[in-house]
């Protein structure tokens, strides 16, 4: 019986991102077009209202647009917008926190009303119905991004009951079921490997692109991609306690770890803002006592000015939302934060050191070089190679069969694998070794 030992070496590892395309050339209305849509159709309506009423002010275009008919006019096109601040002003006070921008906002704009600055007051209440809307788009896209980058959550478990393999919700496995996991899925639950050995892309969990190949007895994650053959593994752990479920809650709630930056500005804005309202007050009244022609309207105006220029929506909004900005922006190219402390952490890093397997490199191996110590030629070996490893699915047997060998294409016969040490087979009357790389 004659022998060949054949071991290949650098088998260079290249990133494969996976990526597909959704577009398959329909053009329909999905349900979040048709909800982001009725989102600023409030905004929508109280813009076109207020052109209307400020065309209609400037040409005096109709004659009995005053009066009632006009506070009318401006009162509908300010509710849209106006009235969900103020119902959120409201239930801060109710939970006493009085000062809010939303509780500011109010008290600017209904006061533009009272003096009867009406477009004023539906102008101002629109801009900052539009400003919250582009903040909730920017954290709505930042939270897409960060979903999509962990869209490995499994779905579905074939678990073992009543002597079939029935399709549940991974939620309602119980720990020390069998569950099966099928080529090309991923394992619902953590668990024990029950088969005699298994081959899994561990990427999503540990970010290396080199496939696992796990004997039985060993330890299968959640979150794992099953590569070759059907499987069955013995559940250790809940659903809710798997290592993908730790990584997912972990990371969705990052932005509750806040930066230093953005609990300063909490404790600030809740010094600030009540300082702000009191200078209004004191703008407004104050003036009686040194000025000759006090006019109370006029310092009211002047207040409600002040007290809009003054809000603290561009600290208190901007600054969180930049950091869940950059959060999203992050997910969107591969990489998780923990936390917002952990951005500022990065402005002062000047040297990274990584591992270069699936970070600056792919995920599809291929081969780079063949080094050929047997008596064959290099065409000869590699027709060889590829007639044993044509009947293996390993990635790295896919690689080698990508190779383009010289010559007639040579039968495998007897092939057999060999658990953790290679292929063995037959080819034109000599058998062969496949032994992997200790």
């Not at 207040?303 to 603290?312: D, G, M, Q, W």
């Given at each position: ?359 600056v490199t792919k995920g599809v191996f291929k081969i780079k070089e063949v080094v050929n110590s047997s008596t064959f030629a290099e065409s000869e070996f590699m027709q060889y190679l590829m007639a044993i490893e044509e009947q293996s699915t390993h990635p790295i047997a896919k690689a080698i069969l990508e190779y383009k060998a010289e010559g007639a294409d040579f039968e495998a016969t007897d092939v057999s694998e060999v658990a953790g040490k290679g292929l063995k087979g037959t080819v034109n009357g000599k058998q062969f070794w496949l032994a992997t790389k200790p």
């Amino acid at each position: 019986m004659k022998k060949k030992k054949v071991n290949l070496r650098d088998l260079d590892s290249k990133n494969h991102k996976g990526e597909h395309s959704h577009d398959d050339g329909h053009n329909h209305s999905s349900p979040d077009e048709v909800s982001n849509f009725k989102t600023y159709l409030p905004a929508i309506f109280s813009f076109v209202m207020l052109m209307i009423g400020i065309a209609v002010d400037y040409f005096d275009a109709i004659s009995f647009f005053k009066g009632w008919v006009r506070i009318v006019w401006y009162t509908i096109a300010y509710i849209p917008v106006g009235f969900p601040v103020i119902k959120e002003g409201w239930n801060s006070i109710k939970n006493g926190d009085f000062f809010t921008e939303f509780f500011l906002m109010s008290i600017a704009t209904l006061g533009a009303f009272a003096i009867g600055e009406y477009p004023e007051g539906v102008a101002v209440m629109l801009f900052y119905a539009v400003g919250e809307l582009f903040q909730q788009a920017a954290v709505n896209r930042a939270k897409g991004n960060i979903k999509a980058l962990l869209d490995v959550r499994p779905n579905e478990a074939l678990v073992s009951r009543n002597g079939d393999f029935i399709s549940v919700n991974p939620e309602t496995v119980a720990i020390g079921e069998k569950i099966q996991v099928r080529v090309g899925e991923k394992v619902p639950l953590d668990g024990i490997l029950l088969s005699d050995k298994g081959s899994f892309n561990t990427a999503a969990l540990t970010g290396e692109s080199k496939p696992d190949t796990l004997q039985k007895g060993a330890s299968v994650f959640a979150g794992s991609i099953n590569l070759d053959g059907v499987i069955e593994v013995e559940t250790t752990k809940e659903f809710k306690d798997s290592s993908i479920a730790r990584i997912l809650d972990m990371v969705q709630n990052a932005t509750a770890r806040k930066s230093k930056t953005e609990l300063f500005i909490r404790k600030f804005a809740r010094i600030y803002t009540p300082i702000v309202v009191f200078l209004a007050i004191g703008l407004t009244l104050l003036p009686y006592f040194f000025v000759d022609d006090y006019v109370f309207r006029d310092w009211l105006y002047r207040a409600l000015i002040f007290l809009v220029i003054s809000c603290p929506c561009a600290l208190v909004i901007s600054i969180p939302l930049g950091y869940f900005g950059g959060l999203g922006a992050a997910s969107r190219n591969g990489i998780l934060f923990k936390g917002a402390s952990f951005l500022d952490a990065m402005t002062k890093v000047n040297t990274v050191v990584m591992d270069k397997t699936g970070t600056v490199t792919k995920g599809v191996f291929k081969i780079k070089e063949v080094v050929n110590s047997s008596t064959f030629a290099e065409s000869e070996f590699m027709q060889y190679l590829m007639a044993i490893e044509e009947q293996s699915t390993h990635p790295i047997a896919k690689a080698i069969l990508e190779y383009k060998a010289e010559g007639a294409d040579f039968e495998a016969t007897d092939v057999s694998e060999v658990a953790g040490k290679g292929l063995k087979g037959t080819v034109n009357g000599k058998q062969f070794w496949l032994a992997t790389k200790p």
